[in-house]
C-alpha cells in the first residue's frame, strides 16, 4: 500500500476489545490507496498527499457512521477538500521554488500499468499538464475523468453546485484536451524510446539522440535549489542533445542508467556510484521525444526506492 503515517490507519490498527475491526479504521483502510491517488494526482506531491491523508483521516474518526451512506465518495469528498485547501497554499509556495517544479516520481507496481486511464492520469506529461488548471478545475477533472464521479457527489467535494461543476468540468476537459499528448501512449511505445535514448546516452552517440528527440523538444528540470538542474526549460533538440551529452559525459563509469516503472510508465533511474541522483521521464508524441523531465531534488526521489500503490 501507499506509504503510512503514524497518525492514519495502517493494515496494523489496533482492534477494538472484541478483537473486530473498529469499523471506521477498516473503511479507511479499504479506501486508503484510492485516497492517496486522489491527493496525488490534485497535488502531484507523495509527501503533501500523505498529509492530506492524516487530515482526512482525523476529520473521518469524528464521522457518525450511521448517517453515511456511501463511504467511499463520503472519504473522497473530505480528501479532495483537504487537497484543495493544500493546493492553494502550495500554489503560493511554488512561486518561490528554485527553478521549475516537477512532479514527485513514484515507483509503481505493473498493475497501475495495466490500468491505462490510471497510468495516463499520473503520468509525468498529464501531471504537469494538471499543473495549469485552476484547483477547483484539476479537483473537478481528476474526480470525473479519472475517478467517474457523478456531477452530484463532485458538487458536494468543491462546494459548488451541480451546475456549475458540470461548466467547470467542460472548461477543465477542453484545457486538458488542447495540451495534452494527441493520444494515449503505450508502455511499450515509451520503452522503445527510453530503449534508443539509453543507447544513444550510453554510446554518446550524439545522432542517435538527435534522432529520437523531436525538434521542438523542452527539457526541464527539478533540483529545488538543493542539486544543480536547468533553472529555465531548454528547447530545441540540438540544444537538449548537448546539454545531455556535455552533462552525462562527465561522469563516465560511475554511471549507470535502469528503467524502471514511474507513475505507470517506464522510465530512466540514474545512479552515481550506486546512488540514486535523478529520475527522467518523457513526454512521448509521434513516436518521439517531445518532453524530458529530470528530477534530481533529494526530497523527491524517496518513493524510487519502495513501490507505490495506487488505485481508482
Known amino acids: 500500500m501507499a506509504g503510512t503515517s503514524p497518525t492514519t490507519p495502517d493494515a496494523g490498527s489496533p ?7 473498529d469499523p471506521a479504521t477498516e473503511m479507511f483502510v479499504a479506501h486508503r490507496n484510492l485516497l492517496f491517488t486522489v491527493a496525488y494526482e490534485m497535488l502531484g506531491s507523495a509527501a503533501d ?43 503560493r509556495r511554488r512561486e518561490s521554488y528554485v527553478g521549475p517544479w516537477l512532479p514527485e516520481p513514484l515507483l509503481t507496481a ?23 488548471l485552476r484547483p477547483a478545475e484539476r479537483a473537478v477533472f481528476v474526480l470525473r475523468e479519472v475517478f467517474d464521479f457523478g456531477y452530484d457527489e463532485i458538487a458536494a467535494a468543491v462546494d459548488k453546485s451541480p451546475a456549475t461543476v458540470r461548466q467547470i ?21 515509451t520503452r522503445g524510446a527510453l530503449d534508443a535514448f539509453q543507447r544513444a546516452v550510453e554510446t554518446g552517440d550524439l ?11 523542452v527539457l526541464l528540470g527539478d533540483g529545488g535549489g538543493v542539486r544543480k538542474a536547468v533553472l529555465r526549460p531548454v528547447a530545441g533538440a540540438g540544444k537538449v542533445a548537448r546539454l545531455l551529452a ?22 530512466l533511474v540514474l545512479r552515481l556510484d550506486g546512488e540514486i541522483d535523478s529520475v527522467v ?13 529530470v528530477v534530481r531534488n533529494p526530497e523527491k526521489l524517496s518513493r524510487i526506492e519502495r513501490e ?3 488505485r481508482r
Do not use: C
Request: net charge negative.
Open 246 to 267: 556535455a552533462g552525462l559525459g562527465r561522469f563516465g563509469a560511475v554511471l549507470s542508467l535502469q528503467q524502471v516503472q514511474v507513475n505507470g510508465y517506464p522510465a
Open 110 to 132: 505493473p498493475d497501475v500499468a495495466e490500468d491505462v486511464a490510471l497510468a495516463d492520469s499520473v503520468s509525468m506529461a498529464m501531471l504537469l499538464v494538471l499543473e495549469t
Open 15 to 21: 482492534k477494538k476489545e472484541d478483537d473486530s475491526p
Open 308 to 310: 507505490t500503490a495506487l
Open 207 to 217: 545522432q542517435n539522440l538527435l534522432d529520437i528527440l523531436a525538434p521542438d523538444i
Open 49 to 91: 498527499a500523505e498529509d492530506v491523508l492524516q487530515e482526512s483521516w482525523l476529520r473521518w474518526a469524528g464521522v457518525d457512521l450511521a448517517m453515511v451512506r456511501d463511504p467511499r465518495a463520503y472519504l473522497v469528498q473530505i480528501a479532495t477538500r483537504q487537497a484543495l485547501n493544500r493546493l492553494r497554499t502550495l500554489g
Open 169 to 189: 468540468a467542460h472548461r477543465a476537459r477542453a484545457h486538458v484536451a488542447a495540451r495534452r499528448p494527441a493520444g494515449v501512449v503505450s508502455a511499450a511505445e
Open 281 to 293: 521521464t518523457v513526454r512521448i508524441d509521434d513516436g518521439l521525444i517531445t518532453g524530458l523531465y
